[in-house]
């Protein structure tokens, strides 16, 4: 409980008292917003025995001393704040279609930090689809990444770069990269970075308009996680071929997660196609093997 010298005191029995107004649930909100709450609770705390009515949120303050009151903007309602389709849209990394239907914008933000974990497939299919598209990538801390499968998905191997060996400071050394790169992974090896430090690296990487992407570690506040598991494959024959015969598809099961968006979830197909491999959404056709669950 704290007193608000700015606001109007309440007059009880003649007496001019200060109003001890409950700060707490202003987070957030911006200076008129704030004010226009305020004022409400002031004239919830006075009560029946104030001896002048409670100023509406959307009144003048009255002029003191010749100066000029400001005008209180009224809070506005849930119905009149700006929806997801309205709010500007940014540029974004491109992912595979299939699951670009999944991501709220379509593609990994610029600007972003994504968190990323399960299946390796899934961070493989985002690296093919920003090389491919043109654009430059670097993982970090990731010896055993599967570059020939990333090379069956499409990727542009001469536009990664891979660190393998970071040393003793990873997050420094993506740091430095997002200077120059459009994506960069960051493997952490189960560590986990503090929040400080992960606050300062996700404002590099808006001011640079690149992406970071983290896995195999704790980041908190990453924007959107994403989270993939083996759900089937499919290709071994069913009656008295049924367990034989070669895998042609790996099924995933995907959840997307994030501070704005409600968690999705949906399933995805990883199958070759002739000497490549492609994405598309899963399909309830034809023989599946379920996973084993490890």
Known sequence: MFEFSVFPRVSIRGVSMPVSVDLDGLDGLSRSERIAVLRRRISGAAGPAAASPAVPATAAVPATSGATAPVLEPVPTAAQRPTAAQRPTRPVLPVPSALS???PEGGLARGSVVAVSGAGSLLTGILASVTAS????????????????????????HRLALVPDPGSDPVEVAAVLLDGLDLVVLGLGGSAVPPSRARAVVARARAKGATLVVTDGRWDGAELTLSAHVDGYDGPGSGDRRGRGRVRAVRLGVEVQGRAIRPRTGRLVVASA???????????????VTALSS
Do not use: D, F, N, Y
């Not at 994405?279 to 056709?285: C, G």
């Open 274 to 288: 002739g000497e490549g491999v492609e994405w598309s959404t899963a399909r309830e056709s034809g023989p599946t």
């Open 101 to 103: 239907a999944l991501l």
């Open 134 to 157: 043109g654009r430059h990538a670097a993982v970090i801390g990731m010896p055993r990444l599967g570059l020939l499968a990333a090379a069956e998905m499409g990727a542009q191997l």
